[in-house]
């Protein structure tokens, strides 16, 4: 089993807007996927299609190699703008209700309040629960028919920095067990950590799909060196840092490699004759690629 959700020019159109525009995005087993976008870039009504929530207008859509629909649907779990709690029963009865509904395993329902991080809440009712246990318990709720995909629409959206880290840590933890997990976000700096696939969207549009390492390889920061010999320089810090990645832009070097030890490097340039007049460092971040890409529709 290897590609677990995959999406060939899916449509949705509201009105005259296709608010979901053509995209084509592929989940694979084991993937942490940050689907990243603005809100309003159309995250929850993909989200919709793909769980049979709303109808699509175009394209088509498979899930685990193709298996009958219904089928994949019920190894999937997912939380869609927040969960429906009843909000005057413990999570424990929550739990237990909705086990009930579905028809999966109650023996479970401990031992799932425990891996989301939700054991002692005891008598404490939804009501009186802070967002992140919420959304821990919602999580909990899509745990229930033990899917091997789940889907989770904005799960950290609203939550404090300390909700944050904990919901990342349980996905982490979520992935080892196996689980392939599609995310929506548009907190971009929580999915850095942890996603290791984004699909961008924009406007309705896919605008770019990329693994976590091409992002990190896009992000490395660049060095620059501005020196009273630009050429000379180059091929001074091309054989001392033995890469290519260097190049001149505008008479300044720039280094796409990552610098051990800059001191070494300008005093090498400096026995050469060449003199350094200024290091800068153009710290492309992730933020900023995810940004510039979810301005370009
Ligand atoms: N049921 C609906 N009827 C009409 N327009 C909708 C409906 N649901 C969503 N939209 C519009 O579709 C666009 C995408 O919405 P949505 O998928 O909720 O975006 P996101 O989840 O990324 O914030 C928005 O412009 C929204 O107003
Ligand atoms: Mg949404």
Redesign the pocket.
Known sequence: MDVILKTEGLT?I??E?K??NDVSLTVRQGDIYGFV????????????MILGL?GIDGGSFTMFDGTELSAARRRTGSLV?GPSLYKNMTARDNLLLFSTLLGTDKSKVDALLETVGLPDTGKKKARDFSLGMKQRLGIAMALLGEPDFLIL??PINGLDPKGIVEIRELLLRLKNEGKTIFI?S?ILGELEKIATRYGI?SG?RLVEEITAEELRQICVAATLLQTNQPEKALEIARRFLHSEEISLEKGTVVIRTPIEDIGALTNELFREGVSVKGISSDDNSAEEFFIRKMEEE
């Open positions: 949705k509201y009105g807007t608010v979901v976008g603005k809100n309003g870039a159309g995250k929850t009504t993909l989200i919709r709303t703008e629409d904005e929506s548009h969207i309705g």
